[in-house]
């Protein structure tokens, strides 16, 4: 004998009442979290291994993984500003078993791009903002300079002869560049890589000779000599490297250009799935082990909710624009 739940039973009538159509019948016995997740969380990072994003990634998805009782896999998709990661994600099933970490980049590339292959508030459903971050201009040792002033002063006697490295065009650690560049009035050859980390092991080895990094990604390398901080980007110092000047102070009044990471799920993923997720990132950003690692990386922890952060992106959106504009980067 075959036993029917009361939710479908509840569901079959209303239809037949024709007070509801059918997609609320197939919808409603799937409307709830549950179940979720019933396999192994595929969590997609736009970047290359050994880069900021990606060590944020591991270090939530471990934890993650703990509170979904569900591996959390962490997949390594980098190209085109994230584009690939997010496009993956975009089009993926919307059931909460694909999700993606998302960066500054997110909020720019509408402005970069005549056309993306998702829409950037609709193919997305947020889960919350991770945290903000600054970032460290930092230069390799053989540099001779110790100060913004410094630079900007060597730059200007050798116009087009320094050289910066960044994680891709037009995105938030070129950009982060290019504001110094025309804020300071001086010439420097844009280098792109295909993510933070490779970037950053041709500065460590002199292949390049400054850029604009996570403090997440080059401040153990700042602690060790093998990289000189000259500034952060940020309005104030930042708690992690205190020691260490705003560009603004040293030499640059008004510079201020700061980044942040969130996680997204594809558009229509359920609301209960879209709360829990919220729920388990969050408690995992509370945790002393993973909140004080984080800090001591630079990263603000934020963990706000869906809306605040659907929020944000918007704001964000419309901030960039602004900036590129001025900027007058275009990369189609």
Known sequence: MRIISGVAVAAFTLVSAGLVGPAFAQASPAGSAAGYPSRPVRFVVGYPPGGATDIIARTVGIRLSEGLRQQVIVDNRPGAGGIIGSDIVAKATPDGHTIVL???SHGVNPSLYSKLPYDTVKSFAPITQVGSLQLVLVVNPSL??????ELVALAKSRPGKLNFASSGSGQSLHLAAELLKTMAGIDIVHVPYKGGAPARTDLLSGQVQL???SMIGVLPFVKAGKLRGLAVSGAKRSPAAPDIPTVAEAGVPGYEASGWVGVLAPAGTL???VTKLNAEIVNVLRTPEVHDRLFASGVEVVGSTPEQFA??????????ARVVKQSGAKLD
């Open 144 to 149: 001779p300079v110790k100060s913004v002033k």
């Open 311 to 320: 929020q944000f992106i918007r704001a964000q959106l419309v901030k960039w």
């Open 102 to 104: 998302v960066t500054t």
């Open 271 to 273: 609301k209960p799935i």
């Open 211 to 213: 850029m604009f990094e």
